[in-house]
Structures are given as C-alpha cells and as structure tokens.
C-alpha cells in the first residue's frame, strides 16, 4: 500500500525535514504541530493543516509523530485532542520520537484497544538526515506495519531496521544514544588536548578522521566546533532528555553507565550556563570550563 494518507505531527528540528521528504516523495500529508507558524513552510508546498492531533487522524492512515518528551508523545496520541480519538480502527501510528520504552507499549497498548496499530520507530542522523533523507530507523512492531510503512520509511531514511517488538525501537535508540553522547565525549577530549597541545587543528582533523579513530560524529561535528559554528544538528536540551532515558533504563536493568552519567553532568552544567539550545557537539565547551575556565 503506498498511496495511504499520510498524517505528520510534530515539526521541529527533525520532524520538518522528515515531512518535507514525504511530500517530496510524492505523498500527500496532513500536518499539525504545536506552534502552528512551524508548519507555514509545508504548506506552502503542498501539504494540508489540521487544527488538532484527532483531525489528523481523522483523515489518515497512518499518522507519523516526531515531538520532543514522553508527556508530548502521550499528549499528541492519547491525550484529550489526541490521535486517539480521531484514528479509524485499522489505522497505524509510527511515533519516531525518542521516548520511554514503557510508555510506548503502554500507549501502544491503548491504541489497541481501539483497533488501532503502533510502530516505535526513533531516528538518528542529526537534522542533516532529516533534510537529506539519510536518516537510519530503529522500528520496534509486528512485521506486517513494518512492511505497510516502509515505502514512507525509505522517503524519509536510508538504513531501515526491523529490531524487534514495541518498544524495542526505542531500546535501540538508546544504544544508540549511549554511542552518540560516548564518541561526542571523546571528540571533545581529544579536540581540547590537541589545542592545548598547539597542533593545527584543521590538519589533525583530517588526519584522524579517515582511520580508526574516525566517527559519524567527529567527521559531522568536528569541524563544527573547529569553526565555533554551535548551531545544533540535535540540541544540549534534546540530548540531556535522552541521556536521561539512557540512565533511568540502566538503572532499571542494573547496568552501568559510566561515560554515560558522566556526560549528562557535563550537560547539566551547560544547561544551568543557559546553553541548551546549542548544538550537542557544545559538550566540549564544559571541557573547556573544566581545564582553562574558558568555555
């Protein structure tokens, strides 16, 4: 099936870009976000608004969700103007926001009972993946709604995986968050040990991005944070919301966090310095604060 009406909620830093991507797929998207001029873009080219979560629904056949926090995921699908109370029966929810594995069966479970399916499907790739299309998405879900969904899944990422069972989607997620926040520590040493060291950081840079010490994050961020360039392809606030996930699950499971704990410290500091709008990449800026006071 690869002409079902399309709904999109949420349009921030990913949901934008993975929307835009539907449409230029050719797929027809009914769209409603929070703050409604957010959504002025898309329809400007060609997408249709709906005043709540329910209307979306009411007009779809499977309704994407990219908003910020476990509250906003449940507000959206099952709260009073949710999704919930809008979708037909044999409808299909893909939420590919980052949430609580437990809340996500325990919405799931809710949209079930009204004859209602549901995918986890959470992405990484930063905002540039999300513009270009390249994103890679973790589903979690029964393979029949992977495979119904996956024509819109390629329109918006280039590695699709099927890990397993709701809310499985979001345990990988997880793991990968935990590689995410882990290279973006060792980034951010190694970076500030290179300065301090005098070397020309351009050249180190491209030294060791090609071989074993190369990452997704350093060739992406690395020259972000050369050029004081802190504008975010994920935020601080956004990434300190996941770390937290990360280590409520580890605490859970009894598994420890070390680098992990570390850096949603580091975090913390920036956030009271006013800086969790910036990009997640800014994590060496607490470096920075912690050696030469001067992040």
């Given at each position: 099936?690869?002409?079902?009406?399309?709904?999109?909620?949420?349009?921030?830093?990913?949901?934008?870009?993975?929307?835009?991507?539907?449409?230029?797929?050719?797929?027809?998207?009914?769209?409603?976000?929070?703050?409604?001029?957010?959504?002025?873009?898309?329809?400007?080219?060609?997408?249709?608004?709906?005043?709540?979560?329910?209307?979306?629904?009411?007009?779809?056949?499977?309704?994407?969700?990219?908003?910020?926090?476990?509250?906003?995921?449940?507000?959206?699908?099952?709260?009073?103007?949710?999704?919930?109370?809008?979708?037909?029966?044999?409808?299909?929810?893909?939420?590919?926001?980052?949430?609580?594995?437990?809340?996500?069966?325990?919405?799931?479970?809710?949209?079930?009972?009204?004859?209602?399916?549901?995918?986890?499907?959470?992405?990484?790739?930063?905002?540039?993946?999300?513009?270009?299309?390249?994103?890679?998405?973790?589903?979690?879900?029964?393979?029949?709604?992977?495979?119904?969904?996956?024509?819109?899944?390629?329109?918006?990422?280039?590695?699709?995986?099927?890990?397993?069972?709701?809310?499985?989607?979001?345990?990988?997620?997880?793991?990968?968050?935990?590689?995410?926040?882990?290279?973006?520590?060792?980034?951010?040493?190694?970076?500030?040990?290179?300065?301090?060291?005098?070397?020309?950081?351009?050249?180190?840079?491209?030294?060791?991005?090609?071989?074993?010490?190369?990452?997704?994050?350093?060739?992406?961020?690395?020259?972000?944070?050369?050029a004081d360039d802190w504008r975010p392809g994920f935020t601080i606030d956004l990434q300190q919301k996941d770390v937290r996930l990360c280590l409520r699950e580890g605490d859970a499971l009894g598994v420890p966090l070390l680098a992990t704990s570390l850096v949603f410290n580091l975090y913390r500091v920036l956030q009271a310095d006013g800086l969790g709008h910036e990009g997640n990449?800014?994590?060496?800026?607490?470096?920075?604060?912690?050696?030469?006071?001067?992040?």
């Amino acid at each position: 099936m690869t002409n079902a009406a399309l709904g999109f909620i949420g349009l921030g830093i990913m949901g934008q870009g993975m929307a835009r991507n539907l449409l230029k797929h050719g797929h027809p998207i009914t769209v409603w976000n929070r703050t409604p001029a957010k959504a002025d873009a898309l329809v400007a080219e060609g997408a249709r608004w709906a005043e709540s979560p329910a209307a979306v629904a009411a007009g779809s056949d499977i309704i994407f969700t990219c908003v910020s926090d476990t509250p906003d995921v449940e507000a959206v699908l099952v709260g009073e103007h949710g999704v919930i109370h809008g979708a037909r029966p044999g409808s299909l929810v893909v939420d590919m926001s980052t949430i609580s594995p437990a809340a996500t069966r325990a919405i799931g479970a809710k949209l079930a009972e009204r004859g209602v399916a549901m995918l986890d499907a959470p992405v990484s790739g930063g905002s540039e993946g999300a513009a270009r299309g390249t994103l890679s998405i973790m589903v979690g879900g029964a393979a029949e709604h992977v495979e119904r969904a996956r024509p819109y899944f390629e329109a918006m990422g280039k590695t699709i995986t099927h890990v397993g069972s709701p809310g499985d989607g979001q345990m990988v997620k997880l793991v990968n968050q935990i590689l995410v926040v882990g290279n973006a520590l060792a980034m951010s040493e190694a970076l500030e040990f290179a300065r301090a060291g005098g070397l020309d950081l351009q050249k180190t840079l491209a030294a060791v991005s090609g071989g074993a010490a190369g990452s997704w994050m350093l060739s992406n961020r690395g020259p972000q944070i050369l050029a004081d360039d802190w504008r975010p392809g994920f935020t601080i606030d956004l990434q300190q919301k996941d770390v937290r996930l990360c280590l409520r699950e580890g605490d859970a499971l009894g598994v420890p966090l070390l680098a992990t704990s570390l850096v949603f410290n580091l975090y913390r500091v920036l956030q009271a310095d006013g800086l969790g709008h910036e990009g997640n990449h800014a994590l060496i800026k607490a470096l920075r604060k912690l050696g030469d006071g001067k992040g």
